[in-house]
């Protein structure tokens, strides 16, 4: 089975102004493509591996031969990674309007789970164990960042201390 382009739940103009049109048209169409492109060429006629899922092929790796594992890994994992990317976005999917915190939280069955607080609730007030925390109130990048959240989100992850969130878990 050859592997191929996703639809999109949405339109490519349905995410403006945040991510615009010809942006989601050009990675869907071009960069995801490409990656699926290169995965059906490089498992071409092996008919255990062209029978497999994308997810079940780069879960067993070690399945595939040496000579186009890497290919496979790039190419399967990006097409992996962009069919459940787009499934995450959608128009109006919203946020939390206003101010509070981002966690990823480890509930009180031992699961994982991003959660958002308002105000100054913590996770410990629901019994969970806080493991990655963000303050996405205005005063943690305003001066800075004024009324840019995305853009302080993103810089975020660079000062993001992993040791930390390790001993957490």
């Not at 071009?30 to 071409?44: G, L, T």
């Not at 029978?51 to 399945?63: P, T």
């Not at 309007?97 to 100054?120: D, H, R």
Request: net charge neutral; aromatic share 12%; charged share 25%.
């Amino acid at each position: 089975m050859a592997y191929e382009l996703p639809k999109l739940p949405y339109a490519y103009d349905a995410l403006e102004p945040h991510i615009d049109a010809r942006t989601m048209e050009i990675h869907h169409t071009k960069h995801h493509q490409a990656y699926i492109d290169n995965v059906n060429k490089a498992i071409k006629g092996k008919a255990d591996l062209e029978k497999k899922s994308v997810e079940d092929l780069i879960s067993d790796l070690k399945s595939v031969p040496e000579d186009i594992r890497t290919v496979v890994r790039n190419n399967g994992g990006g097409h992996a990674n962009h069919s459940f990317f787009w499934k995450m976005m959608g128009p109006n999917a919203g946020g939390r309007f206003g101010s509070g915190w981002a966690w990823l939280i480890k509930n009180k069955s031992g699961k994982l789970e991003i959660i958002s607080t308002p105000n100054q609730d913590s996770p410990l007030m629901d019994g969970n164990t806080p493991i990655l925390g963000v303050d996405v109130w205005e005063h943690a990048y305003y001066l800075k960042y004024q009324n840019r959240r995305p853009d302080y989100l993103k810089a975020w992850w660079n000062v993001v201390n992993w040791d930390a969130v390790a001993k957490n878990y």
